[in-house]
């Protein structure tokens, strides 16, 4: 259902939405679309802010953790080498 209001617009306005429209529907349509389109952009932009504001509560939290992962990752995956082994078994294969 479509409730009839009335806006009042500038001249330069109604020129402009007329040239741009086109035969794209009616000036109505055109003013609803353009209202729709400008509703979900400030939606997208709140519910952007929203998560950086989550993420940014918590960035201490995750950098600490992604140190402590890199910190594990540059650990040798071995170790020291038992004394059953040694350098060469590991080189040429044996044992």
Do not use: C, Y
């Not at 040239?19 to 109505?28: F, N």
């Not at 932009?45 to 600490?64: H, P, S, T």
């Amino acid at each position: 259902m479509k409730v009839k209001t009335s806006v009042t617009l500038s001249p330069g306005l109604i020129e402009a939405i007329d040239r741009i429209r086109k035969s794209e529907g009616t000036r109505s349509e055109f003013l609803e679309r353009a209202a729709w389109e400008e509703i979900g952009r400030k939606e997208r932009a709140e519910r952007d802010a929203r998560d950086i504001a989550i993420l940014n509560a918590f960035a201490d939290e995750f950098n600490a953790e992604a140190e402590a992962s890199l910190a594990l990752q540059s650990e040798d995956p071995v170790g020291p080498l038992g004394d059953e082994f040694t350098e060469d078994d590991l080189v040429h294969g044996t044992r």
